[in-house]
């Protein structure tokens, strides 16, 4: 079976590294892809959210699965696209896809079917918005409403950051919440429309400074399995969470099909929705990969047409994976571009580690850096701390001046392993 990996971020190369190993993987290409993915795939110069080129190429290359990285693409309707087409596709449709680009959406449909998610109000004016501060406690959430990245968040800790934070966004659609007190993680599970399947935990650090400070980026690193979501705890997230929501969307004839991303608050009530993402983490993803035993291609193909049920579920090696990302000074504001990455063969030596490519380029002087985060540097290894020794090792072999990363992914873990 040929396949076409869409993205050309850490998470793809992660992904197109799994398709790689794949028994079933025939060729695989990957649009429009990075320096690292073409270590495991043909790369073409596509736009991923190009539906028709996108469509065509399906049938030129003679692909039996899409799988689609990132959320631009399917929020654009490519997804729907290449089902029209035929063509199998694991990723969810635009309707689908609303659970990450609308918190509204997401917000009224947890709880038109109970689903444990922190109490909101969603307004559209400034003096509504203001309004209903009175009826939250201090810290409030006000979130605007729409595609933002994490970005368009406010955790206010008074009365003036929230009314502040609400002259900022100005007139437009915000959801007000209440603040959920515990300890964030991440559960990615596979669904097909019928059938949802847990297939992993993580945590990551959105934080850009030590000590979880700075400003929000994408992710300065992350781990898998997350200890704190116990097989309890994933099972209610399972059962609470993310199968009423599955069977809600397709009771509303807009099934999800690909993997559904919970961000959970692991509150003293039990784990509650904080967010939806309707596609792989990243990092989450470059560390979970790593983890997934089977034929990974066999598993998406299932998702992507509708036989979830039919086959075994994901399973998991009893080990532990760890990705510390090395970006580029300035980032998240202003990263610096086209600084010199050397030594990436030598880290790989390193038992258990690859290096993904975040953003990266091929220079004339060899490989270099275009964007902010640049490497996904990745180990995995049978404890959390050697996985976490393996990962730092490797960091520390490559020569990249121009990059920096944290030296305290996995500060929760190692706490709790040394309590
Ligand atoms: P979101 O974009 O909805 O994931 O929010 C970004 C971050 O804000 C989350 O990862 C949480 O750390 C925090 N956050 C969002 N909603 C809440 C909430 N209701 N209570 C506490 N923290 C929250
Ligand atoms: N690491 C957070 C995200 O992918 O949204």
Redesign the pocket.
């Known amino acids: 079976m040929n396949i076409l990996l869409l993205g050309s971020g850490g998470r793809e190369d992660a992904l197109a590294w799994r398709l790689r190993q794949s028994p079933s993987c025939g060729t695989l290409f990957a649009a429009p892809g990075n320096p690292g993915i073409a270590r495991w795939a043909e790369c073409l110069a596509i736009d991923p959210c190009d539906a028709a080129a996108v469509a065509a190429t399906a049938r030129s290359r003679e692909i039996g699965l899409v799988v689609v990285g990132p959320e631009a693409p399917l929020v654009a309707g490519v997804a729907d696209a290449l089902r029209a087409a035929g063509v199998a596709v694991f990723g969810p449709s635009a309707a689908a896809a609303q659970l990450e680009g609308s918190?509204g959406f997401t917000k009224d449909l947890c709880r038109a079917n109970g689903i444990p998610t922190?109490d909101y109000v969603r307004v559209e004016r400034r003096r509504d918005a203001l309004a209903a501060l009175d009826r939250f406690a201090i810290p409030v959430?006000i979130?605007a409403d729409g595609l933002?990245a994490?970005k368009?968040?406010t955790?206010a800790m008074g009365r003036d950051e929230a009314e502040a934070a609400i002259d900022a966004a100005g007139d437009g659609p915000l959801v007000i919440?209440?603040?959920?007190e515990g300890e964030?993680a991440s559960l990615f599970a596979l669904a097909d429309g019928a059938t949802a399947v847990f297939l992993a935990s993580a945590q990551d650090h959105?934080r850009v400074g030590e000590g979880d400070t700075g400003p929000n980026t994408g992710g300065m690193g992350a781990y898998a399995p997350a200890p704190v979501l116990t097989a309890e705890l994933q099972r209610r997230a399972m059962d609470e969470i993310v199968r009423p929501t599955a069977a809600a969307l397709a009771r509303q004839g807009t099934p999800f099909n690909g993997v559904l991303y919970a961000?959970l608050?692991l509150t003293a009530d039990g784990p509650k929705l904080?967010?939806y993402n309707v596609r792989f983490g990243d990092p989450e993803c470059e560390a979970i990969m790593p983890l997934i035993e089977g034929d990974f291609a066999v598993l998406l193909h299932a998702v992507a047409s509708g036989r979830l049920g039919e086959i075994e579920p994901p399973a998991l090696a009893s080990k532990h994976a760890m990705t510390v990302i090395v970006a580029a000074r300035g980032y998240p504001g202003m990263p610096a571009s086209g600084g010199l990455i050397r030594e990436i063969e030598a880290a790989e030596q390193i038992e258990g580690v690859t290096v993904f490519h975040a953003g990266t380029a091929l220079g004339e002087q060899g490989l270099v850096a275009k964007g902010g985060r640049v490497l996904a540097v990745t180990a995995i290894a049978d404890t959390f701390a050697s996985a976490r020794a393996r990962a730092y090792r490797a960091v520390d072999q490559i020569d990249f001046a121009d990059g920096f990363h944290r030296r305290d992914i996995g500060w929760r873990e190692l706490a709790r392993e040394n309590a």
């Open positions: 918190k922190a959430v979130k933002a994490g368009g968040v955790v919440e209440e603040f959920l964030e959105k961000g608050m904080i967010e």
